[in-house]
């Protein structure tokens, strides 16, 4: 009799830093999670996108996220003063673009849609950020069941002020408030009383696993788990947050030593480590802060702490369902976040300066008291952020190693490894996001369809299975001389091997291609380009071929050449298909939806 098919578990954290867990060095109380490592496995050097819609792209199909349709956040592709504060990088060269579509699009095969045909039940439960139609939906994409959190981000409380008359949402907040959710492909009108995100995802996919054992359904199954938290705006319950009073009274400064310290005993970090300097700038440092100031700002990290614990709490809920129906031995778990961890010092930029401000203080609390409920709207910035990245450099949206590097534990089935995986051991491996979906059909002993899926041409993965690492079969997952390659929002960068270029924009970068050597400089303070200019220039032609592969379009010269659109064509604000914000959208969203026009891409040689 051949062995039973493994099920899937993929659980994925948004914003959550490398350090925050317990079990990758944190102070967070997070039992389950460092469970799962203790019975598996931790990766060091596992990478995903720099930012979440990017990446979950990626994980739901193994190519790169140009390619998918989610070359960069709608959000900020629909207009360039998200993208850039600054407004110097315009995104009207994307929109419009192949690549850039803001939803999944049809060039790709969803690992769900796969699993389903070769007889799997396939569950999500959480945050979506792959299309906001029910014709992009989680279940046009081959989930059975799902409940699905559709834009970026939201009110985990589900709390919506009640505006006045005449006033509305600031432009930065149209798209952050709403808890827009679909389950099955239908709009959810109304959320549960007592609405929670982290609670009610963990809670739908509880309910989902009953239903079927219930059902009595012996396929095996996929399940999706994807948190909005620990995103911005934070908020947890109370009973979580007091936990963490006065843990972060000594700063962001403390925290990060500690953090660093925790990690070279760990193992993860070698003991000799150079951590990249705290770039924040636009912030004031921690000792120049006021008593007051001082106050918000930890008890900002405490709630952060408590939607990271709130996180773990259901991810226990989950797998304990799994033990006590005896499928947790067949079932491999993996947790990682999306991107590194959210620096953004949102009050310095001009979207959100003045009238957001302003409407913060008229419709939301954030006096000390009242922060972590639902209406409190805070984020904590980037010295906090940097903490959790360290050694790192910067966080999330930049293709440093703090906004691409991850944490990724993986708790493979019983006897799947046997006598090949040490159990609660560590590797530091090279590996990205795109390998999930390769992995998980390697193990499930199911062949992507490419170059065909159900009458159209598709295309295949450019991840690679971790299966033949993890059973001793080879001895590395990819070649000693791979080459991976990043962008979103005008951030790039290639590495090959040990030796990655980066390319960042002022403020936060010179804005030209930097070059370092992470075997003996993961925190990439030292630039060699001066030093190796022949090794740069090799380096940037791979970024070329990167860009012809998979279909960037950079928003600076120095990225290289594209096809530019006439700036009429490209209209800010008129790339979101649902526009689900606007009064009256909810009750009839056909009134609200739009078809986008899309133009055909003329690729440039370079």
């Known amino acids: 009799m051949p062995p039973k098919q493994p099920n899937f578990l993929v659980i994925v954290a948004d914003d959550l830093g490398f350090s925050d867990i317990g079990c990758f060095g944190g102070e967070i109380n997070t039992p389950n999670l460092d469970e799962l490592a203790n019975n598996g496995l931790r990766f060091t050097d596992f990478h995903a996108a720099a930012a979440c819609s990017p990446s979950r792209a990626m994980i739901m199909t193994g190519t790169d996220h140009h390619i998918a349709g989610l070359g960069n956040l709608i959000e900020w592709t629909n207009k360039s003063g998200q993208n850039d504060p600054s407004g110097k990088m315009s995104t009207n060269v994307q929109r419009g673009m192949p690549g850039y579509e803001g ?65 509305e949402s600031p432009e930065f907040l149209t798209m952050s408030v709403i808890a827009l959710h679909s389950e099955d492909g239908e709009y959810v009108r109304k959320l549960p009383d007592g609405w929670y995100s982290s609670d009610g995802y963990g809670d739908k996919m509880l309910q989902y696993l009953k239903d079927r054992n219930e059902q009595k359904d012996e396929r095996p199954f996929f399940a999706y788990l994807p948190f909005t938290a620990p995103h911005w705006p934070l908020q947890a319950p109370q009973e979580y947050i007091k936990k963490y009073r006065g843990v972060y009274d000594d700063g962001p400064d403390v925290l990060r030593d500690r953090r660093l310290q925790r990690l070279k005993d760990l193992g993860m970090i070698s003991k000799d480590v150079e951590p990249h300097p705290v770039s924040a700038e636009e912030v004031k440092e921690w000792s120049e802060l006021s008593d007051e100031e001082k106050r918000n700002s930890s008890r900002a990290m405490e709630v952060f702490a408590g939607m990271v614990e709130c996180i773990d709490a259901n991810v226990g809920k989950v797998v304990d369902y799994l033990k006590e129906t005896g499928e947790l031995d067949n079932t491999l778990v993996c947790f990682l976040s999306d991107n590194g961890a959210e620096g ?171 070059l370092y050597d992470l075997s003996k400089d993961p925190g990439e303070v030292h630039d060699l380009a001066d030093q190796e200019p022949a090794r740069l220039q090799a380096l940037i032609k791979l970024w070329d071929q990167y860009v012809l592969e998979t279909g960037v379009i950079p928003l600076s010269p120095e990225l290289g050449e594209w096809m530019k659109a006439m700036d009429e064509q490209m209209p800010e604000n008129a790339w979101i298909e649902y526009e689900y914000w606007h009064k009256g959208a909810r009750d009839d969203p056909k009134k609200f939806t739009r078809e986008i026009p899309r133009f055909e891409r003329q690729v440039k040689s370079i």
């Open 344 to 514: 953004a010092a949102y009050e310095t930029y001009p979207i959100v300066q003045g009238n957001m401000m302003q409407h913060l203080k008229k419709y939301y609390n954030n006096h000390i008291d009242n922060l972590g409920n639902g209406d409190s709207f805070i984020w904590y910035g980037p010295r906090w952020a940097q903490a959790a990245t360290a050694p790192s450099r910067l966080y999330k949206a930049y293709t440093t190693e703090g906004g691409v590097r991850v944490p990724f534990l993986v708790k493979p089935p019983a006897g799947f490894f046997d006598d090949k995986l040490e159990r609660n051991s560590i590797t530091h491996q090279f590996s990205t996001v795109m390998d999930l979906a390769p992995t998980i059909l390697d193990m499930a002993g199911v062949k992507h369809p490419a170059p065909t899926y159900q009458g159209r041409e598709v295309v295949s993965m450019r991840g690679k299975s971790m299966v033949p690492y993890l059973t001793n079969q080879a001895e590395r997952i990819h070649p000693e001389d791979f080459i991976n390659g990043w962008e979103t929002c005008g951030r790039a960068a290639v590495r090959k091997g040990d030796w990655k270029i980066v390319f960042i924009p002022k403020p936060k970068g010179p804005e030209k291609w930097q």
């Open 103 to 167: 939803y999944l699009n049809e060039r790709v095969a969803a690992l769900p849609e796969i699993l389903r045909d070769a007889g799997y039940q396939t569950l999500m439960s959480g945050k979506w950020h792959l299309g906001l139609t029910p014709e992009r939906s989680p279940k046009a994409r081959g989930f059975e069941r799902s409940f699905a959190h559709l834009p970026a981000c939201s009110n985990h409380y589900a709390y919506e002020p009640q505006l006045e008359a005449h006033e």
